[in-house]
């Protein structure tokens, strides 16, 4: 009974356990990106001559403005030397990523989610010459393009050489204006822009008011309120992982009953090993310990290999499937090894009780 047992409660377990550390997963980059020090409220396309009458608006709120990043379009026009359409020519492809229309700014400063990876970060340039720009990592390698290559953008008509001077990599998860291009300052001031504005609010009645007057003076600007969207994504992953936690639950207690048909099937053996056991020697008080070591040992055992292999898979589906942050809910590993264990224990011994209490002659003269 023992890979019969192993099997069903590990199954149970590994599923258990991989929905705990993705939710916590899942739950772990929400609170992250609307952490105590993060930005909830988002306002787009706030034009040039509006930047300093919004701030102040922000501002009259007692609010403070915790991002303010100008925002200018352009397309991809050459790479390496080779013009775009060339390049989807020669590759047979259709790939948005060399025809979209990008959205970069420029700045001389990092932001605290990107991380330089590769080259040198420029933040004003020295002299004449292609542009020193800095790329996400992740454009860089769809593009197949690294520091030092040539690329030009199209900046509403102007074309403008640049060269790739740095890679960053970038936490897009993070609720803040993240670019995948990032020009250095004095380069594209004059260039027709936009400007992105984010702040914190500490209540929806705050968040009410200063939409209502946003709205009110500058009926082109959007205004996003994160925190309901957050709220949202975090009612969603409620639900989704009740459903799964059902799911687990529902695999456990199949198990448990293969426990349970698996002791039952193996009652005359046991009867005739508690036999062996006291016609030797032994009490009935040992005959249950030795049993309740089995079950505490195959609980064990099958509650170890199933959080093993979900402590595996959670690890595989952050990594390659929700791009996140590894991270393991120990307390909850934890409470579903006793868990499982404590179950496997009980359902073993209330279907092994009485087996103690057989009399040797009564299994002796059923032998013959």
Same mark, same amino acid.
């Given at each position: 009974?023992?890979? +019969? ?5 590990? =199954? ?66 050459? @790479? ?22 990008? &959205? ?70 993070? +609720? ?35 939409? &209502? ?12 309120? +994160? ?62 310990? +030795? ?17 093993? =292999? ?44 009485? @087996? ?13």
């Amino acid at each position: 009974q023992t890979q +019969i047992l192993i099997l069903a409660l590990g =199954l149970g377990t590994f599923l258990i356990g991989t929905l705990y550390i993705v939710q916590h997963v899942l739950l772990n980059q929400v609170s992250v990106a609307g952490g105590n020090d993060r930005p909830n409220i988002v306002l787009f396309d706030v034009q040039v001559d509006q930047t300093a009458d919004v701030r102040k608006t922000i501002e009259a709120e007692g609010l403070v403005v915790i991002h303010d990043a100008p925002v200018v379009t352009m397309r991809l026009t050459s @790479i390496k030397g080779e013009s775009v359409q060339d390049i989807m020519t020669r590759k047979d492809s259709r790939n948005f990523i060399y025809t979209r229309e990008y &959205r970069t700014t420029y700045r001389d400063h990092l932001f605290d989610s990107e991380t330089i990876v590769a080259g040198n970060w420029i933040g004003e340039p020295e002299g004449k010459g292609p542009v020193p720009i800095s790329f996400a990592a992740d454009l860089a390698r769809r593009l197949e393009v690294n520091v030092g290559d040539a690329v030009t953008f199209n900046v509403q008509g102007v074309p403008v050489d640049c060269e790739i001077a740095s890679l960053r990599d970038v936490d897009f998860q993070r +609720i803040q204006p993240n670019f995948w291009v990032v020009f250095p300052s004095g380069i594209l001031e004059e260039a027709p822009q936009f400007a992105v504005f984010t702040t914190r609010v500490g209540s929806i009645e705050q968040s009410a008011a200063l939409q &209502r007057k946003i709205v009110k003076a500058y009926p082109n600007v959007s205004v996003i309120d +994160i925190g309901l969207v957050l709220k949202t994504v975090d009612n969603v992953l409620n639900k989704v992982s009740f459903v799964i936690r059902f799911m687990a639950l529902f695999s456990v207690l199949t198990g448990l009953v293969v426990l349970t048909a698996a002791v039952i099937s193996s009652r005359y053996q046991r009867i005739r090993e508690s036999v062996l056991l006291r016609t030797m020697g032994a009490s009935r008080r040992q005959v249950r310990s +030795i049993l309740i070591l089995e079950y505490l040992f195959l609980g064990s055992l099958a509650a170890f290999s199933g959080l093993l =292999l979900s402590i595996a898979g959670g690890w595989l589906l952050s990594y390659l499937v929700f791009d996140a942050d590894y991270a393991i809910p120990a307390a909850a590993i934890a409470a579903v090894f006793a868990l499982i264990t404590i179950l496997t224990v009980t359902v073993g011994m209330l279907n092994s009780r009485g @087996i103690s209490n057989r009399p040797p002659l009564e299994v002796l003269r059923g032998e013959y």
